[in-house]
């Protein structure tokens, strides 16, 4: 079974400093990890996701995030926050292989940024 | 291209009130799935579907039933609406392979009083 914890469920930061938001996943299969972003009254969008190619992702808006196996994490990095990055974020796993694409959310995590 | 499609954006219901939420996407994805979205929860899956003519039950199906007569709908209903059932509901499609990304809709605010 698959399930994502996201540490923290609320981080701040100021403006221009680094943003980090934690999430560890646990599976019985290699997965597939994603970070999805949810600004206010709007659906999610992806950021990024890891698919067994390249263990450093990069995504949209300057975040990327890293899959290490022997910590099964898959934590969200961007060096410089901006104010446009407040958002809610959350992590998923899907099996890698599986046919039915289904996601597993971790809880989230409100990112503020203050000026 | 409008991509996933909800309707309505929101609802106000009372107890025991019956409905049903649309969800249309214009991707001709095959895969359909129904969240819904609770503070400090995450998304939870409720319902989804592999393909026109058949659903399948996810995490939280208790309450609701679905249909997938075309393959670019889902339709999510509420038979007996519950003050439990007061969420954020998100109807997402992905093609079939599980590393392709969800696309999701903007959502249905359902209050329940």
Redesign the interface.
């Known amino acids: 079974a698959q399930s994502v914890t996201q540490l923290g469920s609320h981080v701040s930061v100021s403006e221009g400093a680094l943003v980090l938001l934690r999430c560890n996943y646990s599976s019985s299969v290699p997965p597939y990890l994603f970070w999805y972003v949810q600004y206010p009254n709007q659906g999610l969008q992806l950021l990024l996701k890891y698919t067994s190619a390249a263990t450093l992702v990069k995504g949209i808006n300057g975040f990327e995030a890293e899959f290490k196996k022997s910590e099964t994490s898959f934590h969200l990095t961007k060096p410089s926050a901006h104010m446009s990055d407040a958002a809610e974020y959350f992590c998923a796993v899907t099996e890698s292989g599986s046919t039915l694409g289904r996601l597993y959310f971790g809880r989230g995590t409100q990112l503020t940024v203050w000026p | 291209n409008a991509g996933?499609t909800q309707t309505p954006k929101f609802r106000v219901l009372k107890t025991g009130q019956s409905m049903t939420l649309l969800c249309a996407q214009d991707m001709n994805h095959e895969?359909m799935?129904w969240?819904r979205q609770d503070p400090?929860?995450?998304?939870?899956?409720i319902h989804?579907s592999?393909g026109e003519g058949t659903t399948a039950k996810?995490e939280v199906p208790d309450g609701y039933n679905v249909s997938r007569l075309k393959k670019q709908n889902f339709l999510l209903g509420l038979e007996s609406a519950a003050p439990s059932q007061t969420s954020v509901y998100?109807c997402?499609s992905?093609?079939?392979?599980?590393?392709?990304?969800?696309f999701?809709?903007?959502?249905t605010r359902l209050t329940v009083v």
Not at chain 2, 40 to 45: A, E, Q
Not at chain 2, 94 to 102: G, I
């Open positions: 996933v895969y799935y969240y400090g929860m995450g998304l939870r899956l989804y592999v996810g998100f997402a992905s093609h079939s392979r599980s590393n392709t990304e969800a999701f809709g903007q959502g």
